[in-house]
């Protein structure tokens, strides 16, 4: 989704009043209702910046990543709520209901979401939220990409990019599959949000296969886009930029296969080179 916008563009010595192509970037407030002993109960449990569109998806991967569900199907309905609002018309309130109060971290939705955020653990309340509740590591050796596939892939995500060729300021991930075939490809100004709303629309579709898959994102990799993909259990992942140090961290405790700096005949392994076919 994007607006137009009156620009002063300088180019080969001179000024040229253009029209531009810009993302958009509006908030969505994400509440939750569940069902706490007896009563039902409705919490604000995030603010996001986000760019309009694939909502859903967004909230459906958001719950998942962060483990306040375990199972994609304890999500009940999502809805948009409130009047549409601003020069763009748009719904900037959803609603998700949750069917099975046993699979809700009902704790750790108090402990860690009572704050608004823009990207997961911006705000969340303590370096306690970082705790990473995954109780097995990812396949140490499956799957195996080649190098020209891990060169490739970026490429392939750009191609994909329905906005990125019209504005140049928005983020993707991309599910592909060993061959390098793109599965789905999400879009937004928010890195963690284009995964996010990737690993929600794969997840409701039946789409995610670990042992034959990896994931590409434009940008650098951090701690929380490196732990989202972690609760896929998919091995691989890929990043345009370089990691973090605590990403690092995260991927070789977890036997994650860490790719970052991709360039047209380059790349950097990170940790678990064996998924690696370089040969």
């Known amino acids: 989704m994007n607006s137009k916008y009156k620009v002063s563009k300088y180019h080969s010595g001179r000024f040229e009043n253009i029209d531009d192509l810009v993302s958009i970037e509006e908030p969505l407030e994400i509440s939750i209702k569940f069902k706490e002993k007896n009563d039902w109960v409705t919490r604000i449990l995030s603010i996001t910046m986000r760019t309009p569109g694939d909502d859903e998806d967004l909230v459906r991967g958001f719950l998942f990543n962060e483990q306040l569900i375990k199972d994609i199907k304890d999500i009940d309905r999502i809805e948009s709520l409130g009047d549409k609002v601003g020069q763009y018309n ?113 997840l409701v579709n039946g789409q995610i296969n670990p042992l034959n898959q990896f994931i590409t994102c434009s940008g650098r990799l951090n701690f929380e886009l490196v732990q989202k993909v972690l609760m896929t259990d998919i091995g691989i992942m890929i990043g345009v930029g370089a990691p973090t140090s605590l990403a690092i961290d995260l991927a070789n405790k977890f036997d994650i296969t860490l790719v970052g700096f991709v360039k047209r005949d380059s790349f950097n392994i990170y940790t678990n080179n064996k998924k690696v076919i370089v040969g």
């Open 90 to 202: 748009i719904q900037n309130k959803i609603l998700a209901t949750l069917n099975n109060s046993e699979n809700i971290n009902i704790s750790k939705i108090k402990r860690d979401f009572m704050t608004n955020s823009s990207c997961g653990v911006c705000g969340k309340s303590s370096l306690d939220a970082l705790e990473i509740i995954k109780n097995n590591k990812t396949n140490p050796d499956q799957p195996k990409i080649s190098k020209e596939i891990i060169i490739e892939s970026p490429s392939i995500l750009r191609e994909n990019q329905s906005e990125f060729s019209k504005t140049g300021g928005i983020h993707a991930s991309g599910l592909f599959n060993s061959k390098g075939d793109l599965i789905s490809v999400k879009e937004d100004v928010g890195r963690h949000n284009a995964l996010d709303k990737l690993i929600g629309c794969t």
